[in-house]
């Protein structure tokens, strides 16, 4: 990995973390970041143990455990409350979904600030805006389209939070530590989902809509006092070059610009936006197990299956050594789409979960993907990278439940799956090829038929 921004560790100071010999120097251009990131990773595997030992990184991810429940909590506590004054479900649905709208639009214009300003202020200052945000809901007798129009805005500060954060984590971890780092903090979102429905759900029933908002919007304000205390500051490193004479809207762009001309990074973001493939599952869960008559046990089953995959999935990836992590993102990604296939056969239940299951287990090659890529870019214009990252995978996520939504009322929800499944598996094979060329690791290429 490039040296890493110029940073002083005192009580920070782990086998994890970055070594403080004084001072570091810049990051080097980004076309070389990647090989240095290649050529410095380590051989043996990282422990739990060892990476909560990082204590500025036990606090990032707790203060992120907490900014998930937030978020959780207030998406099915405005959702029961649309349906409870409107009785309707599509109404009630429609307003979860447009909980995630923000991450496109935030993602590509608001995620340059984790560039402009200390990562650690930005995240304070996003998690104080939540926490008003969230209050103000929670206010008696406020009308539910303002209800609705505070969720986007809490939706849409949570993107340069979630920017900052993974901006600050190279700054945080060693090269070897931090694809486990980022996988704990994928762990954490993927089991909020399995427990977000159930949990929020029953907080909910127990104390009403208002006091759940208020204990929403005090995990915000928790979260700010974690990291303004208990991290550094992680202040950006300045641009070189003429970059900050373009005017506001070059600067914008600038982490645009990096990943169009650095062929690794638009491989690895084409990886990344296959998940709009597999996806598909997700999204037509409840007509599958119709289908197969499941009925609404089934359905549940199926829901799970994906995030119970993903976390085990990561469990034995994090076992495997960083250099064969890195090439085994081409074959990762081929199989996540490709053990779908089967599903256009109508298996039976139990085969439909397996299959799912070792879906999302494949699918945790997402951890390195995600950890390479901030290895990648300049700390510069880390942030504005990491936020078009979540703007397109946002878009490839929405786009493939919405079009297979729309299928899935011309053909069963099996044949939707089955031709995701084959255009996923597509799709992956020419990212892996170009990752194989496009990497140093030399990463083995799919087979020449």
């Known amino acids: 990995m490039r040296p890493l921004h110029v940073l002083r560790r005192r009580r920070y100071q782990t086998p994890l973390a970055p070594r403080s010999a004084g001072h570091f120097s810049r990051s080097p251009p980004a076309n070389n970041a990647s090989e240095a990131h290649c050529a410095t990773v380590r051989t043996q595997s990282v422990t739990y143990r060892e990476l909560f030992a990082v204590t500025e990184f036990r606090r990032l991810w707790l203060a992120h455990v907490l900014s998930v429940a937030g978020n959780q909590l207030a998406r099915v506590a405005l959702t029961v409350l649309v349906f409870d004054r409107t009785a309707s479900a599509g109404l009630s649905a429609l307003t979860y979904a447009v909980s995630y709208v923000p991450d496109l639009l935030g993602g590509a214009f608001l995620s340059g600030f984790a560039d402009r300003y200390s990562r ?75 427990l977000g429905f159930g949990v ?29 205390y208990g991290t550094s500051r992680h202040e950006p490193t300045p641009r070189s070059g003429n970059t900050g004479d373009g005017g506001r809207w070059a600067n914008i762009t ?7 001309t650095n062929p690794r990074l638009r491989v690895l973001l084409l990886i990344a936006c296959l998940a709009g493939f597999y996806v598909v599952p997700e999204g037509l869960a409840v007509p599958m197990a119709q289908q197969v008559g499941a009925g609404t046990t089934g359905s549940g089953w199926l829901l799970a299956a994906n995030p119970i995959g993903t976390v085990l999935g990561m469990l034995v990836l994090k076992r495997v050594r960083p250099e ?112 194989s060329q496009a990497s140093p690791h030399r990463s083995a290429r799919p087979s020449r038929t």
């Open 120 to 194: 650690r202020t930005v995240m304070v200052v996003t998690d104080l805006c939540r926490a008003v945000l969230v209050t103000t809901m929670a206010l008696p007798q406020m009308p539910l389209g303002v209800q609705i129009a505070l969720l986007v805005g809490v939706q849409l500060v949570a993107v340069p939070f979630s920017a900052a954060r993974q901006a600050a984590m190279p700054n945080i971890l060693r090269p070897e530590a931090l694809a486990l780092g980022v996988g704990v903090m994928s762990m954490t979102y993927q089991t909020a989902l399995v």
């Open 200 to 228: 929020g759900a029953s907080v909910v029933a127990a104390l009403g809509y208002h006091d759940a908002l208020l204990i929403n919007a005090a995990t915000f304000a928790v979260s700010a006092v974690i990291i303004r």
């Open 254 to 260: 600038a982490g645009w610009r990096i990943v169009a």
């Open 324 to 435: 064969r992590q890195l090439a085994l993102i081409g074959p990762l990604a081929v199989a996540t789409s490709l053990v779908l296939l089967p599903t256009a056969a109508q298996p039976h239940i139990a085969v439909l979960v397996l299959l799912w299951a070792l879906s999302g287990a494949f699918s945790a090659h997402d951890m390195v993907v995600q950890a390479t890529y901030v290895s990648i870019v300049p700390d510069s214009s880390r942030g504005q990278a990491v936020g078009l990252a979540i703007a397109a995978l946002r878009a490839a996520q929405g786009f493939g439940i919405i079009i297979a939504g729309l299928a899935a009322q011309l053909l069963t929800p099996a044949w939707v799956i089955g031709i995701a499944a084959i255009l996923g598996t597509a799709i992956a094979l020419v990212a892996w090829a170009g990752w």
